[in-house]
Every structure is written in structure tokens, then in C-alpha cells.
């Protein structure tokens, strides 16, 4: 079954901890995207990458990392220098520039 | 300004009523047109792309008219299954193809 796998589902930070988000997808698609939901707001871009080995920043790319070693992956790390990192995190990708997005299911971050 | 502005919600609107969401774009980048569903604690789903000639999919129809910047979403006879919030999208022909989302419009279709 193709589609956009994104875990953990749930994820708890510390104080001061770097936690990583994965996103996983076999569509084959190019460009993949990070989002973040607050409650009661749109989405907010934090990073997209169109290509391997290559991202670029959103509109709220501080405090926040990404890599893309493979076309498949595109994990998203919350740094400590994010001081408000409680969310949801939509990943989401993209066969072509405009095509529609399609996400995976999402990982809630809260803060312990 | 909000670059994606969408009708406040919520509606509520009984089963079998028409219900129209309107969503207005400031940005002349924009290249192409979404309306996603999103249930509860749910990731986005894509409803529809919206044309310019406009597109009708069962029960749902959406319109564009770009010289206003305006886009819009139909639903006939909406059903209790219908209840979700409604994202109005548009992906910029520049950064990346970018999406850019509405807030959202909250519908609530009662018995």
C-alpha cells in the first residue's frame, strides 16, 4: 500500500532535548514538506525539500532541522532552541510542483 | 492580511441542507486550488482540486474566479458524515510551489 508514514505517533520532550520526527513515504515523490498545526490555526510550512540532498526553509523553520539523504525519508528534528515545540506535525509530499499535497497521519508533541 | 482568508465558522446546517464556504487569496502567485477535509485531531485530506472552468464531484462543487481571487465550495444535501473543518489551499507558482492554507471553516451538520 503507497502512502506517507510518519511516527511516532505521540512523542514527549524534555527540557533542553532534541527529539526527531519521522517521515517516511514510498510514492515516489520528489518534493516532501513539514508542517505545524497549533490548535484552531492553519497549517505553518516549517521546511520543504523538492529534492535529494537539498531543503529549504519555511515560514517557521527556527528552532527546527531537517535532512534528506534519501528520496524515501525526510525526518524533522525539534531542537532545544524551539521554546513552544507542543504541536501537531503534518508531513506531507508531492509527486509534482502543482499537484496536491498528500499527508501522513501526523506526530503530537507535548512537553513533559 | 491573511493570505488565505476563509468564512468564519462554525455552521451548523441540518442533514439535507446546501452549505457554501467561500475562500478569497491575496497572493496573483497563486498557481493552483485545493479544498481539504481535516476531521478532529485528523491529518488534512484532499476533497477536491478546483478548476477554472470549475468541478463537480458528486455532491460537492467548487468554482474559482481568479480575476476576484475568489474560490468556493458547494455541498448539496450534506450528510452527518460531512461534519469536518474545511481548508481552503492554493499552492504559489514560486517558493517551491508552496501551499498556502485557510484557517479553516468548521461545519457541524445535525440530525
Known amino acids: 500500500d503507497g502512502g506517507i508514514t510518519q511516527s511516532p505517533k505521540y512523542l514527549f520532550r524534555k527540557e533542553g532535548q532534541n527529539v526527531t520526527l519521522s517521515c517516511e513515504q514510498n510514492l515516489n515523490h520528489d518534493a516532501m514538506y513539514w508542517y505545524r498545526q497549533d490548535p484552531g490555526q492553519g497549517l505553518r510550512l516549517i521546511y520543504y525539500?523538492?529534492?535529494?540532498?537539498?531543503?529549504q526553509k519555511g515560514d517557521i523553520a527556527e528552532g527546527y532541522s531537517v535532512s534528506r539523504e534519501k528520496k524515501e525519508s525526510f525526518p524533522l528534528t525539534v531542537t532545544s532552541a524551539q521554546k513552544n515545540p507542543t504541536a501537531f506535525y503534518l508531513c506531507?509530499?508531492?509527486?509534482?510542483?502543482?499537484?496536491?499535497?498528500?499527508f501522513g497521519d501526523g506526530t503530537r508533541l507535548s512537553i513533559l | 492580511r491573511k493570505e488565505v482568508e476563509q468564512d468564519p465558522g462554525p455552521f451548523n446546517v441540518p442533514e439535507g441542507a446546501t452549505v457554501a464556504f467561500n475562500c478569497t487569496y491575496s497572493n496573483s502567485a497563486s498557481q493552483s486550488f485545493f479544498w481539504y477535509r481535516q476531521d478532529c485531531r485528523k491529518e488534512p485530506k484532499l476533497l477536491m482540486s478546483?478548476?477554472?472552468s470549475g468541478n463537480e464531484d458528486g455532491r460537492f462543487t467548487a468554482q474559482l474566479n481568479r480575476a476576484s481571487q475568489y474560490i468556493s465550495l458547494l455541498i448539496r444535501d450534506s450528510k452527518l458524515s460531512d461534519s469536518a473543518t474545511y481548508l481552503c489551499?492554493?499552492?504559489?507558482?514560486?517558493?517551491?510551489?508552496?501551499?498556502?492554507f485557510g484557517q479553516g471553516t468548521e461545519l457541524s451538520v445535525k440530525p
Open positions: 489551499v492554493v499552492s504559489l507558482y514560486n517558493q517551491g510551489g508552496k501551499l498556502i
Open positions: 506531507a509530499s508531492r509527486v509534482g510542483q502543482h499537484q496536491p499535497q498528500h
Open positions: 478546483v478548476y477554472s
Open positions: 525539500s523538492q529534492i535529494v540532498n537539498d531543503f
